[in-house]
């Protein structure tokens, strides 16, 4: 799934996307419901720590397909995955 077809799932345009990006970028956070939890990437202030798996060489072959494509990190795709993982068996 593309970027703008995300963007369709969640009624939302990359326009808006862009717009809320620039203003967490400066730090303004005035928009966000910070009273529940809502699953996604994480915040800067998050510590992250790494994971590791043993995957093939074909689904790495089209993580990088897909990445290129995409203009995401293997990073990236890896969290989208999960997050969207997480949300469907919610």
């Given at each position: 799934?593309?970027?703008?077809?995300?963007?369709?799932?969640?009624?939302?345009?990359?326009?808006?996307?862009?717009?809320?990006?620039?203003?967490?970028?400066?730090?303004?956070?005035?928009?966000?419901?910070?009273?529940?939890?809502?699953?996604g990437s994480p915040m800067r202030e998050e510590r992250l720590r790494m994971?590791?798996?043993?995957?093939?060489?074909?689904?790495?072959?089209?993580?990088?397909?897909?990445?290129?494509?995409?203009?995401?990190?293997?990073?990236?795709f890896v969290r989208r995955a999960i997050d969207h993982e997480l949300m469907?068996?919610?």
């Amino acid at each position: 799934m593309n970027d703008k077809e995300l963007c369709e799932v969640f009624g939302t345009t990359l326009e808006d996307v862009e717009h809320e990006v620039a203003k967490v970028e400066a730090g303004d956070y005035s928009s966000f419901d910070f009273s529940r939890v809502i699953m996604g990437s994480p915040m800067r202030e998050e510590r992250l720590r790494m994971i590791s798996a043993p995957i093939g060489e074909s689904r790495i072959a089209a993580i990088k397909r897909v990445t290129s494509e995409q203009g995401i990190s293997r990073a990236e795709f890896v969290r989208r995955a999960i997050d969207h993982e997480l949300m469907a068996m919610s």
